[in-house]
């Protein structure tokens, strides 16, 4: 149950969930529902919602600040900022998945751009010694089909696409600091990226 | 600097864009229906990769989220009338009936746009609700952008090719209301581009109108709209 739960796409699992329900009556409601309730100040759903997404938040938040103890912070932010938010959620625009992370990543990275302007010299040892992109997956992942899936995707990717993709996204760079970090021309990392993430559009059937 | 701007819904998407550029992507691309559908695509194919990272979360999280939850307020819903302006009559004949009513009680006191406050914030306050006006056959030509924020109470005003309304005279910016209108503040471009952002009430709007008025703030438009919401 909770594999389908949080599947690689929110919304096509949340469609998987609402036809389990009708087999299952003792089934919990979807995440849409939940956040129907929690966008009324529900805590209950929260809590609920908080039990299918931990590993999706607390994972990218891991993976983006690399320290389990600022993950956990990062987290617990990301969560608190979609509490705050959950009234203004619309159920009909896109996965609650996505919507999670998608603030969960920009709460890292905006954790990572301030630690990186007060410890300049630390965090770019970090960065430097980060060895991408055949590591992409860490040991603790929960769900491996997911996990394959896009490491399949991504290997699709030219070396300099995906090496770019990553740097970017896992890593919390900017373009401009990929740029840097690769010695290579902004433009062509820019380019990299947008040429890599079409492909992986395409290769991992996210097209609406 | 806009065939530029097309390019970076990629990496904006990952959020890899500094600040600057992030703002500026933000104001261009709800108005860019390819760049609009891009950031879609591409932010499902990093939620992607973001479930490829799903890892436990240490136990004591929940109770801690749980525990901040309970003290923190959530956001209140949003209106209908914010996010569709669905009015099909025009802004130009709402204002030009709205002139023969009789308008809001009050004083309208004219603020200029307060500086202090980015457009950045209120463009991205959870709640902004993005507007683009159309120019009226009245204007040469121009381009305005619409943010609201109903919870900051604050709306900024981005735009640029706009000709200078003259001395003495400043852009002013209306709500269209159900029953008339109402004055939401006064801007002034700089080389023809502005942005900046208005203090505003809290109202029901329907939509926008821009007129040119003395610089002192009028009670009711006593121009032709030069700028009308394009629904």
Redesign the interface.
Known sequence: MRDEI?G???TMSEMKLRLLRFADPDAPPDLGELMVRA?K?D?QS??QI??EL???????A??VVRN?GIA?EV??EA??EM??????FDTTR??V??WA??I???KA?DRVRSEQARSDREDRDHVRSYEAPTD???D????AE??S???D?LDTLTDAQREA?TL???G?????E?AALLDTPEGTV??R??D???K??DQ?G??? | MTADLHHLAAAYALDALDDVERREFERHYPTCEICASEVEDFRSVAASMAESTATKAPSGLKNSVMAEIAQTRQLSPRVAAATAPNRRISGRVMLAAAAALVLLAGVFAVTLPDKETSVTEVVESADAVVTTLAPSALSEDGYVQIVWSKDRDQVAVIGSSLSDPGDGKAYALWFLLDDGVAPAGLFLPTNGSVSAVLDVDDLDANGWGITIEPDTGSEQPTTDVIFVDAA
């Not at chain 1, 919390?172 to 401009?176: F, L, M, S, V």
């Open positions: 949080v690689r796409r929110g966008g100040g805590e929260f809590g908080y039990d931990s590993a999706l938040v607390y994972g990218v891991l993976r389990p956990e987290a617990q969560f608190v509490w705050r938010v959950a009234p203004r896109g996965s998945h996505g992370s998608t969960t990543h920009r990275v992409i997956v860490i603790t992942i929960e769900r997911n996990r899936e896009v490491l995707a993709v970017a996204y896992f919390g760079n900017t373009y401009r990929v820019k380019t990226i947008r890599g993430l079409i992986l559009r991992l996210t097209v609406q």
